[in-house]
């Protein structure tokens, strides 16, 4: 079946510091959504993309659809202690109505 | 409003047992979806409703695995003879229309553990 690779695993900043992870696929994708999930919690739609090229911001996020559509990455600028948690990278491959999600990255925030 | 809501958030059962898990989606949204998470792992595509009907039930492991959405609104998952490797994290998730365009909100998850 479809998957995305997502990168890195896990992530060991200072609060402050900028954060950058990325996903990738072997097939083309039509949109590109990114989530983050808190403990105990579903996974909550922070940036969604819908044409290769796109580049969306949302507060400190930013997120690109890559021109190949075969990309994504997503920058979080100057972390603090809220933005830990395990991300996600999702998407709809072509042709398909199911999302295919990314293995996630774990961001832990040092004080 | 209201967002999706699971029930339970716990469930601890023996192999070899029937379980049921509850979803109700925001009210108004006429697609459902149910997700599989491992731990670990990113969630993985079950089943997804229109309305009624099951449109894609693909991701379904196999035949112990049965959801039903009788009145379009909410949704049973149902586990028979529960193995251990059935423990995960369910999650629902609903869009007001299915599709790429449309934004899926999830809930909680019911953690079920197979013991």
């Known amino acids: 079946g479809q998957q995305l690779n997502q990168s890195p695993q896990s992530m060991f900043i200072q609060e402050g510091e900028d954060v950058s992870m990325n996903c990738t696929s072997s097939s083309i994708f039509n949109t590109w959504l990114w989530y983050k999930q808190d403990p105990g919690e579903g996974p909550v739609l922070l940036i969604a993309l819908y044409k290769a090229g796109e580049l969306t911001s949302n507060g400190r996020l930013t997120a690109q659809f890559g021109i190949t559509r075969k990309d994504s990455f997503l920058n979080i600028s100057a972390s603090i202690p809220s933005d830990v948690g395990i991300y996600f990278c999702a998407g709809f491959p072509q042709g398909a109505q199911k999302l295919v999600f990314g293995q996630g990255t774990r961001l832990t925030i040092n004080p | 409003g209201a967002g999706v809501s699971q029930t339970p958030s716990n469930k601890v059962t023996e192999k070899g047992k029937y379980v049921e898990l509850r979803c109700d989606p925001i009210?108004?949204?006429?697609?459902l979806y149910w997700y599989r998470q491992s731990l670990g792992q990113g969630p993985e595509f079950l089943i997804y409703?229109?309305?009624?009907?099951?449109?894609?039930d693909s991701g379904l492991p196999n035949d112990r695995f049965f959801a039903v959405r009788p009145e379009g609104s909410v949704s049973t998952l149902k586990i028979q003879r529960t193995e251990r490797g059935d423990s995960a994290v369910y999650l629902c998730a609903s869009s007001l229309l299915p599709g790429s365009t449309d934004t899926q909100y999830f809930g909680p998850g019911t953690r079920l553990t197979v013991l």
């Open positions: 409703f229109q309305g009624t009907g099951a449109a894609d």
């Open positions: 009210s108004g949204h006429t697609a």
